[in-house]
């Protein structure tokens, strides 16, 4: 998976003006080249444990586990990694080629601001220029990263048009790269988009699924029952999913419910979306009945997105992966009961996949053992959720 | 043979290269859309194309993202759009051109889109974000319809894809001036003259410009060029902000091409 036209069952493809098509021919090759190149898979590894501090913790919960009083909780602690989540895995990697394939200059979406981080990050370190693309919504509610990009010496775009999210942000790094294609790499940051992103993003985060299972055969002997994932383009889960595809192993993907499926305020693209193109792939789309794409609501700005990676309508269609969501409340009240039980604050992304365990880990027994993906750090929500709680800080 | 080959051949005959406008669809209504479009065959319009405005236009610039975002707010969509063509079709002629993002096709259904189309009036469709490797169904379903349809060709495309396209396309093949958006300015540097050129050796059927075509100077440039000028962007500014304007506007685009 996917097949040569990059899809995955009838989810996937390569969506885009013509311009880019040969563009994407090129990573293909390219990806195909690094991923036999001896030298470049060594130099990935070696990055992956000297500069983004691989492999990453698997954390055995025992005061969450004890609070839920069910199921064995441990975390793949991705907020450990350098820059604060899973996103640099994918960033790094893509920089790396990116370098390899003669580029000057990267571009990327960001909505939360972690992909964005990390493609600086990433730039920085292969010493490439860089601009990033971010809606005028999510520069407000992720400030601190908007200044730790600047710091890390990238460009950053506001954009002030459509839902002014993550996806004008991407439609305004396409635009980019359509008019820059010769000297840019874009660097999606989620497995999304036209092939070979989806699959290639994948490949890059899979590290954290093969990690798992290390550790996992390590510490409790033997494959954990349920993995748990937050799934915004689907890129943590998927890292986390992929090493397990084959094993008896449950998988839950838990989307944003926003403040409701019923309210249409959300991000739930499985609890109220259908089949669309858009942004380069077939996938679930939440569309109106003309194919426009509806604007979407999430507390957390990473998966606030109107459409989802074409992986996972493949793996929920043949059933492997079951999809949930958490509402903003539940997250929120997950976030904060990480922090005090555990001392570790999560993205708000994350929350989303804390929230699902709350309710899942009490009805299992107490030799159950469910791995819950900390995509990320919550130090960029912090200033965020104070102000959903009216505290200034 | 359709009402776009017809008006290419006649055109030939009389050594003449086309003139093809571009206007939003209902920006900032339908009523407004159908005056312009009886300007457009005033000044001289050999085809019209007519966008369908969607909410997500990546291959757009901001002209063309507003004019959407405008017709959007109007309420409207393809569903309107294929009637309103019809109510055209009652005075005229002029071979008409609908320019879709994907996604509005694949909602309304690839087989229901084109027979409404030709119900209607409709001679072609560009559809910008579905390359000819993912309109198998499409083309297939034109061909039967003898609709047109129009690919683009880009700066970036390899001479084996511009095979493949050509071989797609029908009507004519759309040639993509620049790297870039809709509404970016135009440089015609030797790259591209030598790209042209091989690109109508290699299609038979003619080659028409587009993509940041914004005065007369550029249209009567791109003339000399490609066998049909495409503006959009400039036209769709020029309705917008200074409608008083906007005849002589497309009347001077006219007489340069
Ligand atoms: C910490 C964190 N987790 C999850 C996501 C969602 O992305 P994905 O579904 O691709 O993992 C983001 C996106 O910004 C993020 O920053």
Known sequence: MPDKKGYFGQYGGR????????????????????????????????????????????????RLTKHLGGAKIYLKREDLAHTGAHKINNALGQALLAKKMGKKRLIAETGAGQHGVATATGAALVGLECEIYMGSEDTKRQALNVFRMKLLGADVNEVNIGSRTLKDAINEALRDWTTNVRTTHYVMGTVFGPHPFPMMVRDFQSVIGKETKRQMFKTEGGLPDYLIACVGGGSNAMGLFNEFLDDDVKMIGVEAGGKGIGTGEHAARFAGGSLGVFQGCKSYLLQDEDGNV????????????????????????????????????????????LSKIEGIIPALESAHAVAEVVKLAPKLSKNKIIVINLSGRGDKDVQHVARIKDITV | MNRIEDTFKRLKAENKKAFIPYIMAGDPDLEKTGEHVMVLEECGADIIELGVPFSDPLADGPTIQRAAERALKAGVTLKKIIPFVKRIRNHSRTPIVLMAYYN??????????????????????????????????????????????????????????????????????????????????????????????????SADMPVAVGFGVSTPEDAAMIARLADGVIVGSAIVKKFYEHPAGAKEFIKKLREAI
Not at chain 2, 131 to 138: H, M, N, T, Y
Not at chain 2, 157 to 173: L, M, N, Q, Y
Not at chain 2, 185 to 201: C, G, P, Q, T, W
């Open chain 1, 15 to 62: 969506f885009v003006p013509e311009t880019l098509i040969p563009a994407l021919q090129e990573l293909e090759a390219a990806y195909a080249g690094a991923k036999k190149d001896k030298s470049f898979q060594n130099e990935l590894k070696h990055l992956q444990a000297t500069y983004i501090g691989r492999p990453t913790p698997l954390y055995f919960a025992k």
């Open chain 1, 294 to 337: 509806l604007g979407t609501h999430s507390v957390s700005a990473g998966l606030d997105y109107a459409s989802i990676g074409p992986e996972h309508p493949y793996l929920k269609g043949i059933k492997r992966v079951y999809y949930t969501y958490a509402t903003d409340t539940e997250a929120l009240e997950a976030f904060e009961l």
């Open chain 2, 104 to 201: 509005s096709v694949f909602k309304y259904g690839e087989a229901a889109f084109i027979k409404d189309a030709v119900d209607a009036g409709v001679d072609g469709a560009i559809i910008p974000d579905l390359p000819p490797e993912e309109a198998e169904s499409f083309i297939k379903l034109s061909r039967a319809a003898n609709i047109s349809t129009v690919f683009l060709i880009a700066p970036t495309s390899t001479k084996e894809r511009v095979e493949k396209i050509v071989t797609a396309c029908s009507g004519f093949v759309y040639y993509v001036s620049i790297t870039g958006i809709t509404g970016s300015r135009l440089a015609l540097d030797e790259r591209f003259k030598k790209h042209i050129s091989a690109v109508k050796k």
